[in-house]
């Protein structure tokens, strides 16, 4: 086929299908926009009957997947291509790309019912599989968590279907479970009052339930006493370290032993350490971190109007503002304590 030949082909095309084309484009544009409004009335749909984030994105994915495959195939009926063959090899071709990642359907799958059961939601703190932390997102492969090290951990979402998952933030309260290791001529009541005191005196620890301390355990050259109190779920950690440190620090001041193994070396003649920095340590400067605000995605200035959007860009612009000045205040004063110190 010669060129000509072949650019006659296209002329005849277009000028015996105009209205065909004209049609086509006609509904790519407003299809276009029927999808933009139908996501947009879904997700202030969701967010109005306060639907979990992570359900509302999973959600929008699939449906703006499936119409957009319905417009394809609208366009292409239109354009007179047989969808009747094409709906049956595109079901083929699911067919066996199904067989073939058996294991990604798996997870797919998982996530759907992860986000149709809500067992847990963004925020919350969960253990599974040996691996704890808050949960950060939930798409249609994985679930991630943030770790208390600030590590993140990826899990695919047929491992958090098929194993057991502790939500640790499922209540508003929480339990505080702690033990205390004594020496056995301690004074048993002494030791129960002198805890119980201290996890009343935190402003954290409920009241109801009641704090409790109970003897547990009798070991080999130790008894353990057992507190138990509850706190806010928010309250966990600062509960728990003020226990622990109070709770220490009571019981010493209260003449009660906490025995403990120790090995005792005896050294006539001190060796001689070399130190590789006989100045010591300075004062240095902290090192300045932005913390900015993450960028909106897609969909979220899909969701904002004109005027959100306006106040978003003016938010923005003046923090990138004060952050170049803080930066340059840094280093003015970086270069003033260097020329003192010089001096």
């Known amino acids: 086929m010669t060129w000509e030949s072949f650019w006659q082909t296209i002329v005849d095309y277009f000028s015996t299908n105009v209205w065909n084309i004209v049609t086509f484009f006609s509904v790519l544009v407003i299809g276009f926009i029927v999808i933009k409004i139908i996501m947009m009335v879904v997700r202030r749909v969701m967010r109005a009957r306060k639907v979990d984030e992570m359900a509302i994105r999973f959600a929008a994915a699939i449906l703006r997947f499936a119409l957009w495959l319905l417009l394809i195939l609208i366009l292409l009926s239109i354009l007179g291509v047989p969808v009747n063959g094409i709906t049956t090899a595109f079901s083929a071709a699911v067919l066996s790309i199904g067989v073939a990642l058996k294991d990604f359907l798996s997870n797919v ?3 759907i019912i992860l986000i149709g059961s809500r067992k847990y939601k963004t925020g919350d703190y969960i253990q599974v599989s040996g691996v704890e932390g808050s949960v950060i997102d939930i798409n249609f492969l994985f679930t991630t968590l943030k770790t208390p090290n600030s590590t993140q951990v990826t899990l695919p979402n047929s491992t958090m279907v098929n194993s057991p998952v502790t939500n640790l933030g499922a209540y508003p309260i929480r339990r505080i479970a702690i033990t205390f290791t004594v020496a ?8 129960r009052e002198t805890l119980l005191h201290v996890m009343n005196s935190c402003p954290l620890v409920l009241e109801d339930p009641a704090p409790a301390c109970n003897l547990k355990n009798l070991g080999e050259s130790s008894i353990d006493f057992f507190c138990t109190c509850f706190c806010d779920n928010a309250d966990y950690w600062d509960t728990y370290y003020y226990i622990m440190d109070h709770g220490f620090d009571e019981c010493k001041r209260q003449g009660i032993v906490f025995p403990f193994k120790q090995i005792e070396l005896t050294n006539k003649q001190p060796v001689p ?27 979220d200035w899909e969701d904002l109007s ?11 612009a003046a923090y990138e503002k004060k952050t170049r000045e803080e930066e340059k205040q840094r280093k003015e004063a970086s270069k003033k304590n260097a020329s003192s ?3």
């Open 306 to 316: 004109f005027l959100e959007m306006t106040v978003k860009l003016k938010e923005q």
């Open 341 to 343: 110190k010089k001096k």
């Open 109 to 111: 799958a998982s996530g």
């Open 184 to 191: 056995y001529e301690s004074d048993t009541k002494l030791v």
């Open 273 to 299: 350490m070399p130190i590789a920095y006989p100045k010591g340590l300075e004062d240095a400067p902290k090192k300045t971190r932005k913390k900015g605000k993450e960028k909106l995605t897609v969909d």
